[in-house]
Every structure is written in structure tokens, then in C-alpha cells.
């Protein structure tokens, strides 16, 4: 499982510099994610991730056609106020647009444009992906990838996601680009179900063999890796490692508030604010937080030098390339040559962040809603129930 750089604000420098360092990429645009939104912007950016050896894909964010943000509609692909994309034109205008400007960027797969999608409305959204996935198929040798943009309640029936992946068995794509609600709109999701769910969704494309990338995803998204999804996009801000509806569909610019910096430990699944870092050093167990073996980094090597860590100059971008660099660690980290080393290694990781989580509290030092405390009971339990659901089926496949 890859790490892909899910782009949002403020991020298109940090990519290039990831990019770099890393040796190659991957990184989903944002249209919505520019300060002058044009297809030109996407075009320059493209440029300078691909000239440090990147790879471009671009997201439409399609999700609310009818609201979208303003942002949006300045793209040609997006629908003219009053054009209903029901109809077969505007929506051949609308894959015709996505088309060019993915062939004037030099995308590495073409993602197709796709709705937020709940019980009532699945059929729809699947014919439309059906009708994209034909046209582009007469257009294009590039791969294609559907947009599964999905509803909490969708992901937590187990009967319709039974339902939704056998209609995706027959779109022409070569496969998924999943973005999912999350339960509650938590960062952290403590829903057992939507964790089985989401989980059950990833497992049964995969063995359809179709590629799966998530997106808005953060690091409780490693369970993936029990299902060899193919990649993990992830980004700085809370906005893009957990689906926010409202992003794409406000009137207004987002207000992007910078509060606290925080960091993050590997070895916990949890990020703590970096002031607490000085109770550590101050209490002497700063050393415990200090990331080991290939998750060292200088993006946060000040912290544990000698100095007292809200002296140093760690800060926001600091933070924000340690925890993308650390989350890249941990998809190589898992992914192994079989499902049972896969499946043994995130048990022992899972493990391990619950015993460090239950000693820090015992310092009195939490994540709060970062915490991945609410998330450990959850993440068991759905990858118990994939395994008995799927792990002989995973076990004869894995190596196909």
C-alpha cells in the first residue's frame, strides 16, 4: 500500500518537497485548493510535481453538483446554473471537459466525476459511472477510476455494500477512488460497523481485482492494508486526511484556522499537541515520544535534541511533513508478501498503540479528539470480522 498526497490548502510546495525527498509520488489536485482556481493553475502544478519525478492525478470533487462551491464552478468541466447533468449533453460535456484537461495535465489515471451516493440514490450515481466509464474507454488508454463518494449509513449496511459491489463489477473501470463519510463526522471513527463496513467495501473490489485508492484518509486507514488496497491518500490539515462535506458545498472560502501544532507518534496511532511535549521533557520520559528506526525524520529531529521541544522551531509545516512522512513509513511497513504477515504485523502495530495509549494516560497525557484510543476496539473488531468473513479468500489471492 502506497501513501498518496491528498492536496489541500497550502500544500502544493510541501508535495514538491515530499516528492523530492521520497524520490517519487503520487498526488491528487484539488481544484478546489488554489488561490486562483484555472485550469492553468492545475496545468503549473502539475509541471512542478512532475518534474521532481511525481505523478499527477486530479479529482473533479463532483460530489454535490447542485451546490458546489464557487471555487468549482469557475472549471469548464462543472455544469452551467440551471443545466440539469441528468441529461445525456450535459453530462457528455462535462466528461469531455474532465478529459482535456486531464490530457493537458499528463494525469497518470483519469478519476471519473462522482456524487455522494446513499441508499436512494445509488443507482443513479452507478449508471452515471457506467455512462463515464464508456465514454472514456472510447477516448482514452489511460486508466480509469470511479469516484465511490459514500454516505455513513451506506457504508454501515452490510447489504447494500453486498449490492453496490456487484453493480461495480460492471462498470468498464479499471478501478475505485473511494471517499467515504466517516460515522458522526469523526476524525477518529469509533463506529464499529462503519469500520466493518468500509473495510468489507475495500476487501471485496480488491478481490474483484479493480485498484483501490481512499482517499481522506488518515492512519486508522492502515487497516486497508488487510485488504491490499493499493493506496492511502492523506494530507495536512484535518480536512484532508477525513471527509468534510461542507468544504465543496459552502458559499464561502473555508476559514483555515492554524490553533495548535501538533505531533505525531507512530507508535501510539495518535497525535499529542506539541506543548505537551515540554510536560514530557520536564517530567523526563521525552525520550518515550521520540520516533525510532525509519520513522526518524528531520521534520521532527529538533524536537529531542536537548532543548525544551516549544523552544525549537518545529511548526505547522514541521508537523505536517513528519506525520505524512511517518504514515508513508507505516504503508510500506505493511505491505507484505501474504495476507497472514499483513494481518500479524497490523495486530502487533494495533497492540502496541493501545499499551503506549494506556501508559501516556497514565502520565496524564491524551490525543483528545486525536486520541486513537476510541478507535482501538473498532478497528479489532472489523478486522476480526473480514478475516472471518474473507481471510481464506485473501490468503489464495494475495499473491495473484
Not at 482514452?140 to 477510476?145: A, H, Q, V
Not at 481485482?209 to 492523506?234: C, F, P
Request: proline share 4%; hydrophobic share 35%; net charge neutral.
Amino acid at each position: 500500500m502506497e501513501l498518496i498526497l491528498q492536496m489541500g490548502h497550502g500544500m502544493q510546495g510541501m508535495a514538491q518537497d515530499l516528492i523530492k525527498i521520497w524520490g517519487k509520488g503520487k498526488i491528487i489536485i484539488s481544484p478546489i485548493n488554489f488561490i486562483h482556481p484555472s485550469a492553468e493553475s492545475v496545468k503549473k502544478l502539475s509541471e512542478k510535481i512532475q518534474s521532481v519525478n511525481g505523478e499527477v492525478l486530479f479529482d473533479p470533487q463532483m460530489f454535490y453538483p447542485k451546490e458546489g462551491h464557487h471555487k468549482l464552478r469557475v472549471y469548464d468541466y462543472w455544469p452551467q446554473e440551471g443545466v440539469s447533468i441528468s441529461s445525456i449533453d450535459a453530462y457528455r460535456s462535462i466528461n469531455q471537459e474532465i478529459l482535456r484537461l486531464n490530457n493537458n495535465i499528463n494525469s497518470s489515471m483519469i478519476i471519473l466525476p462522482g456524487i455522494e451516493m446513499n441508499e436512494s440514490n445509488l443507482g443513479y450515481g452507478i449508471n452515471r459511472l457506467k455512462e463515464s466509464s464508456v465514454y472514456f474507454r472510447e477516448k482514452t488508454d489511460k486508466p480509469l477510476l470511479g469516484t465511490l463518494c459514500l454516505y455513513p449509513e451506506t457504508i454501515r449496511n452490510a447489504s447494500v455494500i453486498e449490492y453496490l459491489v456487484e453493480q461495480l463489477k460492471e462498470v468498464l473501470v479499471d478501478g475505485y477512488y473511494i471517499i467515504p463519510h466517516p460515522s458522526n463526522n469523526e476524525y477518529i471513527v469509533s463506529d464499529p460497523l462503519w469500520m466493518i463496513g468500509i473495510l468489507k467495501l475495500v476487501t471485496c473490489l480488491k478481490l474483484s481485482k479493480r485498484i483501490v485508492y481512499v482517499g481522506y484518509s488518515n492512519h486508522q486507514g492502515l487497516l486497508y492494508s488487510l485488504a491490499k488496497v493499493d493506496g492511502l491518500a492523506s494530507g495536512s490539515y484535518m480536512n484532508t486526511r477525513s471527509f468534510v462535506p461542507s468544504k465543496f458545498k459552502s458559499p464561502k472560502d473555508d476559514d483555515v484556522k492554524h490553533k495548535s501544532t501538533w505531533y505525531y507518534m507512530p507508535s501510539a496511532f495518535s497525535e499529542y499537541k506539541a506543548a505537551l511535549l515540554d510536560v514530557a521533557k520536564q517530567r523526563g520520559f521525552l525520550e518515550k515520544f521520540a520516533p525510532q528506526g525509519e520513522f526518524a525524520n528531520d521534520f521532527s529531529s529538533m524536537l529531542f535534541k536537548g532543548a525544551m521541544p516549544s523552544s525549537t522551531n518545529y511548526n505547522e509545516t514541521s508537523s505536517f511533513k513528519h506525520y505524512l512522512h511517518c504514515l508513508k513509513m507505516q504503508c510500506e511497513l505493511l505491505s507484505k508478501s501474504t495476507y497472514k504477515e499483513t494481518y500479524d504485523t497490523y495486530e502487533f502495530l494495533l497492540s502496541t498503540a493501545e499499551n503506549n495509549i494506556k501508559e501516556f494516560k497514565r502520565h496524564g497525557l491524551s490525543g483528545q479528539n486525536r486520541d486513537f484510543a476510541p478507535a482501538i476496539e473498532a478497528n479489532r473488531v472489523a478486522m476480526v470480522s473480514n478475516n472471518e468473513d474473507y481471510g481464506l479468500k485473501l490468503t489464495l489471492d494475495w499473491l495473484k
